[in-house]
């Protein structure tokens, strides 16, 4: 497995010196969540070429706006927008070999569920899904790129918030370049045991978020990670295990001390 973290977690001016950081801290990669704004051919040339100058390999890479999470928006301008946007970040993907990830919609729900969390994409929903779906997998078909789907929890997503109802999207789908992205964050509220989720994916897991059930770095809330990494090593998982949650204080301090906890469930 490879340990990455988030680029919005590690500190510095550039995703050069984002990455040089992490080398220095125990990490292999690095996950580019990039703001829409700021995207231009000078960062792409930048990333591009990371890994040859800092031996960081980016593993990930979602384009970030207010407008993501807005793909099977009714609003058709909306649409459109956040549509070009995934599109776009596949683009890189199939350029340098990354994942990306898409989801049904995203973003706090107003009003928040309460007893009835659980909500089934329809036969029209769910073949306007996988038709999105198969547009955006189109443009890395044929390269080491993939997109992925990723289970997001009730409270920020209507629908798809267990990995069996991805799991059924991928079945449908049935693509090479697609693939599942398991968030420990969102699998503890929506999964009776993040563990067997795993389990059940099998194969079809790409990638993985990291983040305790407080979202905070993992062992600092309950999550049983040794259960979770025994689940990872059981399907034979290689990919990269990539943080995305509070650095809790001082990025120096903290991510160099989670690197050395999850160097020991890795196994290295």
């Avoid at 899904?129 to 009730?154: H, K, M, Q, W």
């Avoid at 990638?207 to 905070?216: A, I, S």
């Amino acid at each position: 497995m490879m340990l990455a973290c988030s680029s919005p977690m590690v500190p510095g001016e550039s995703l050069t010196a984002k990455a040089e950081s992490l080398k220095r801290w125990g990490y292999d990669a690095l996950a580019v969540f990039h703001p829409l704004a700021e995207w231009n051919d000078g960062v792409r040339r930048e990333l591009v070429t990371l890994e040859q100058r800092t031996g960081v390999r980016p593993v990930e890479f979602v384009l970030i706006d207010e407008i993501y999470g807005n793909a099977m928006s009714p609003d058709a301008e909306r649409r459109a927008r956040c549509r070009a946007m995934y599109l776009e970040a596949a683009s890189v993907c199939a350029e340098i070999g990354t994942v990306t990830e898409i989801e049904y919609e995203y973003g706090a729900r107003d009003p928040l569920p309460l007893f009835h969390p659980y909500q089934k994409l329809d036969a029209g929903q769910t073949e306007q899904f996988i038709d999105f779906y198969r547009e955006v997998l189109a443009v890395v078909e044929g390269t080491p790129g993939r997109v992925l789907l990723e289970p997001i929890n009730r409270y920020e997503c209507r629908y798809l918030n267990l990995v069996t109802d991805n799991l059924e999207i991928l079945d449908a789908v049935a693509h090479p370049n697609a693939a599942l992205l398991p968030d420990t964050f969102h699998m503890s509220i929506e999964e009776a045991d993040p563990a067997t989720a795993i389990r059940s994916a099998g194969d079809r897991v790409a990638h993985v978020h990291l983040g305790d059930n407080n979202r905070l770095l993992p062992g600092h809330g309950r999550l049983d990670w040794e259960s979770i990494f025994g689940a990872l090593h059981e399907i034979g998982f290689d990919g990269a295990v990539n943080l995305e949650c509070s650095t809790e204080g001082d990025p120096a301090v903290t991510l160099p001390a989670t690197a050395e906890r999850l160097r020991e469930l890795i196994g290295e």
